[in-house]
C-alpha cells in the first residue's frame, strides 16, 4: 500500500504543506530542499503500527532527506520517533 500525497498551499505561513494518507492515518508535512518534517499526525487505529508503517514508507519516498518531526505530545508520539529516529526538539512531556 502506498501513501496518497496531497500538496496544499497555506498562504499564513508563506508556503505549502503537504496532506498525506495511508491507512488510518493522517499526517501533515512540509519539505525542505534536504529535510522532510512531520507536522500534525492522526491515527484512527492507534497500537496497529500505522503510524510507524507510513514513517518507514516517508523515508522510502524521501530519500535522501532527514525526517524531522514537531515535538512529540504524548509518550507514544515519543516512543514511535525515537524507534523510528525521527529527530525532533527536546521538550519535557
Same mark, same amino acid.
Given at each position: 500500500? *502506498?501513501?496518497?500525497?496531497?500538496?496544499?498551499?497555506?498562504? %499564513?505561513?508563506?508556503?505549502?504543506? +503537504?496532506?498525506?494518507?495511508? =491507512?488510518?492515518?493522517? %499526517? +501533515?508535512?512540509?519539505?525542505?530542499?534536504?529535510?522532510?518534517?512531520?507536522?500534525?499526525?492522526?491515527?484512527?487505529?492507534?497500537?496497529?503500527?500505522?503510524?510507524?508503517?507510513?514513517?518507514?514508507?516517508?523515508? =522510502?519516498?524521501?530519500?535522501?532527506? =532527514?525526517?524531522?518531526?514537531?515535538?512529540? %505530545?504524548?509518550?507514544?508520539? *515519543?516512543?514511535?520517533?525515537? *524507534? *523510528?529516529?525521527?529527530?525532533?526538539?527536546?521538550?519535557?512531556?
Amino acid at each position: 500500500m *502506498k501513501i496518497n500525497y496531497q500538496k496544499s498551499k497555506f498562504p %499564513m505561513i508563506g508556503g505549502e504543506l +503537504t496532506e498525506a494518507r495511508y =491507512k488510518g492515518v493522517f %499526517m +501533515t508535512l512540509a519539505e525542505g530542499a534536504d529535510w522532510v518534517s512531520i507536522y500534525s499526525v492522526d491515527s484512527m487505529n492507534q497500537g496497529k503500527g500505522e503510524v510507524q508503517e507510513m514513517i518507514d514508507l516517508i523515508k =522510502k519516498d524521501y530519500v535522501g532527506k =532527514k525526517v524531522y518531526g514537531s515535538v512529540p %505530545m504524548n509518550k507514544v508520539m *515519543k516512543h514511535i520517533f525515537d *524507534k *523510528k529516529e525521527v529527530a525532533y526538539a527536546e521538550e519535557s512531556i
